[in-house]
């Protein structure tokens, strides 16, 4: 039986971890590498990078930082942001990189996913999308984290890029990211129902209860949290447990 | 002992080239190429595979040699090859996706969509799933029943002949993830994405 997954989320700015994880053991807490180290001997069945460095001049910095972790970890790993063109997939699967999530590229040119799937194969191509509620029943695609509007249909969207090739969606609620108080189970369910494809659910996650309801309530394939891994509060043998105490099936 | 993997050109290979540096180490010269000088003389092949079976078959057919070298390595002179994802698929006669397309014609058998039931299981079927180990294999030494294994795939491999699956997974059917055919080895699965005991495969393959 298929396994429903969880993913620890590391944001890296100019090569250093943002939010990091907040445990003793580690040597340096901004280290991307060593953290992702962390998480992958703990159980993490992913790993994925957000690089949020403003600049376009710095993507040697994140393609080091995939290449060094990629010797250490043997778990799928994604990179995502400021992913524009195909010589930056080239560059980020070539240092190691499993798969790519592709954001606001995807938006402005839905033919990029349909290139980019064609020529590395869906299995590496996830498409993420930033959502943010509108009205009842109504999800709007927003790019550069939120702030802008594209009056894009979020479902409609979703479709679009699945029949464009995409893998997987990496769905975001703009409204529950960084509140604690759970995924947008609402859009989650819209979304699982309306593709063929997996989706991971992210955005709001404060509990491990969250996590159930992505999986059981949204129907999401995969899970990805950030903070409540990165300040130790659980850690990724907590989650899995208790999943499965809920009949959840997850890798043990 | 030589170890190579051949870089034919379709999709990424650094995972497998990573995984396989980890557990060779000094032991093993582990070579990445698709020269087919340096394959022929070669101890053991790896032979990965990402992307569609058309968009491999092609690309394998693409460089000069490479298909009969091959074919010489594993066939006639029975020397070990492990195929991985795609590259297990090719062992088939015949693959379907994109366009009906010849495989290497290796074990008898086709690679068709899976079946995921008009919509009710998610395609690629991602993610990590249990193994059903079906026969005694050595590519298994060491590794339980039931042991996790990552899969990224929508299509599977139909043998002929039942008698070459070494494991299957359940998902929206029990789909073949494992075959053994005398020096034929191959995994739907991905060893090198799959931790420490997809590691213990690559050793078990390395050890043979």
Sequence with gaps: MLKNRIIPCLDVKDGRVVKGINFVELKDAGDPVEQAKIYSDSGADEICFLDITASNENRETIIEIVRKTAKECFVPLTVGGGVRTIQNITD??????????????????????????????????????DAKKVSD?????????????????????????????????????MDKDGTK???????????????????????????????????VKGGAS??????????????????????????????? | MNVTIVDYQSGNIS??????????????????TSDVKKIKSSDKIVLPGQGSFKSCVDSLNQIKGLVDTLKEFAITNKKPLLGICVGLQMFADIGYEEAETRGLGWISGKVSKIDNQKGKFKLPHIGWNEIEIQKESKLFKGIKNKSHMYFVHSYEFIPEDKSVISAITDYSSKIVCSVE???????????????????KIIENFINL
Excluded at chain 1, 139 to 151: D, L, S
Excluded at chain 1, 185 to 214: F, Q, R, W
Aim: hydrophobic fraction near 40%; include cysteine.
């Design chain 1, 92 to 129: 980020l699967l070539l240092a190691g990189a499993d798969k790519v999530s592709i954001n606001t590229s995807a938006v402005k040119n839905v033919d990029f996913v349909n290139e980019a799937s064609k020529k590395f194969g869906s299995q590496c191509i996830v498409v993420a999308i």
């Design chain 1, 181 to 215: 108080s759970g995924y947008d189970v609402d859009l989650l369910k819209k979304i699982t129902k309306s593709t063929n494809i997996p989706v991971i659910a992210s955005g709001g996650v404060g509990t491990l209860d969250h996590l159930y309801d992505g999986i």
């Design chain 2, 15 to 32: 995972s497998v080239k990573n995984s396989f540096t980890e557990v060779a180490k000094d032991k093993v010269n582990l070579e990445v």
């Design chain 1, 137 to 173: 029943n109504k999800w709007e695609v927003f790019t550069h984290g939120g702030r802008n509007k594209t009056g894009i249909d979020a479902i409609k969207f979703a479709k679009q890029v699945e029949e464009n090739g995409a893998g997987e969606i990496l769905l975001t609620s």
């Design chain 2, 181 to 199: 055919k005398n020096n034929l080895f191959g995994t739907q699965f991905h060893p090198e994405k799959s931790d420490r005991t997809g590691l």
């Design chain 1, 222 to 252: 995969a899970v990805l949290a950030a903070s409540i891994f990165h300040y130790g509060e659980y850690k990724i043998k907590d989650a899995k447990e208790y999943l499965n105490s809920k009949n959840v099936s997850v890798r043990l």
